[in-house]
């Protein structure tokens, strides 16, 4: 492993240093200079990102992504440690197949792939999955989810919070009320009205965080929610948070930029689950990721293939990619906005979802003795999204929009894994 330093790079607090990384840690920040010189001149250099939400669909659905595609547009988009959702096939519910995700990211060997485990077994909703199994496991599983499903049995989600408390697991919810959106296609209101599609309410969505967070309580658990989408979801974990709830909640790009006009051309690209909102959920959700109520930007990268999205509205898949994106976004709330800083981006993009987790080796800040996962970028450049990237899914809903920033080199364990905004290998 050669030695080799980024030369004037920018600090998450604005200070610019030469980074020297050696046999895959930071073994010095300041004028020092060791082997390769690499010009970071006007480059942002951050921790690399950790996704706590991403749908790497290996073992099961491969037409849609694998972990190697999956992964590669995980480097690209400035990333070091990627959580894979459990809604493969199978059902990543028992130590076996969590293992199997865990040795294919290893080999694939862009990023630290982490596992999620089910909570419950097959996503039924029925009964609890193996937690202590997974977690014992050689994948080491403290995040468990049934993501794509809501949790919705409050018994079962009592049961889990407590199970996971004892080995400091989370449970990350997908707060969707199953009988409050049957058939729902687009967010409840009156852009759903007027095209016709069946509603998608908020409530259904908020109910089930009230709930959970009083769970929470009344177990003394910790509980991550997924992707929140609206302002009701904003005050109630803003309120729990003010009561001492454990709790942690995450929110997407598309959630953060997308409303639900886009629905207004039927194209399913827009279709996402939760749905698009309105513009005053995304302005309460940009305000949420500057004061700290919603703690990370998870991708939610959910890649279908064209079969899937090339149809009607009401047949098509939910979901959309954004690996590549994420960092654009989450620069174009923090930064671009003049709202916040590069402290809060590294924040919200790699050091606070690596600790919900637990995921070693990530989310460190630049010191000395840190390992050497960067993620080095150009706050200057412009870039109009063309295609879906390194995906083997072609769901881009950013297509042909300009957005701010790119990532130009990624360093996992020491190794460029992207250099000038390519593929290493
Ligand atoms: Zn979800």
């Avoid at 995040?143 to 449970?171: T, W």
């Amino acid at each position: 492993m050669n030695d080799f330093t980024l030369i004037s790079a920018t600090l998450p607090n604005g200070s610019v240093a030469n980074i020297v990384v050696s046999n895959g840690f930071i073994a010095h920040i300041g004028a020092e200079v060791r082997g390769e010189q690499i010009d970071a001149q006007g480059l942002v250099a951050l921790p690399g990102f950790v996704d706590l939400h991403t749908h790497l669909r290996e073992p099961g659905f491969e037409q849609s992504e694998t972990i190697l595609t999956g992964t590669r547009a995980a480097a690209l988009g400035g990333y070091t440690a990627v959580h894979a959702m459990a809604n493969t096939h199978p059902v990543a519910d028992t130590a076996g197949v969590v293992e199997q995700v865990k040795t294919l990211g290893d080999e694939a060997g862009y990023v630290q792939v982490q596992p999620i485990g089910a909570v419950t077994v097959g996503l039924e909703g029925k009964q609890l999955a193996e937690l202590g199994a997974m977690a014992q496991s050689k994948a080491q599983v403290r995040v468990f989810s049934d993501d794509g499903k809501c949790v919705s049995d409050p018994v079962l989600m009592r049961r889990a919070l407590a199970y996971v408390k004892s080995f400091g697991g989370v449970i990350a919810q997908h707060a969707q009320e199953p009988r409050l959106t049957e058939n729902s296609q687009m967010h409840e209101g009156a852009v759903s009205s007027e095209l016709g599609l069946a509603g998608w309410p908020a409530v259904a969505e908020e109910s089930i965080i009230a709930r959970d967070v009083l769970l929470a309580e009344a177990v003394g658990s910790r509980i991550h929610i997924c992707h929140l989408s609206t302002a009701g979801s904003v005050e109630i974990v803003r309120w729990a948070k003010q009561r001492g709830i454990n709790v942690t909640a995450e929110v997407t790009p598309h959630h953060l930029l997308l409303t639900d006009e886009l629905a207004r051309g039927y194209d399913p690209v827009f279709k996402v689950n939760p749905p698009l909102r309105t513009a005053a959920d995304v302005m309460a959700l940009r305000e949420a990721l500057v004061d700290g109520t919603i703690d990370i930007v998870a991708t939610d990268h959910a890649p279908h293939p064209t079969e899937s999205k090339d149809c009607e509205w009401a047949a098509a898949a939910f979901g959309m990619l954004g690996l590549e994106t994420a960092a654009s976004i989450a620069q174009d709330v923090l930064i671009e906005s003049g709202a916040s800083n590069w402290q809060r981006f590294a924040d919200v993009m790699s050091t606070v979802p690596a600790s919900i987790s637990g995921i070693e080796g990530q989310g460190q800040p630049l010191e000395v003795g840190s390992a050497a996962n960067i993620a080095l970028i150009d706050p200057s450049a412009k870039r109009t999204i063309q295609d879906g990237g390194a995906s083997k899914s072609d769901n881009q809903p950013y297509r042909g929009m300009t957005l701010p920033g790119a990532v130009i080199h990624t360093i996992f364990r020491g190794v460029f894994t992207v250099r000038d905004s390519k593929l290493s290998r």
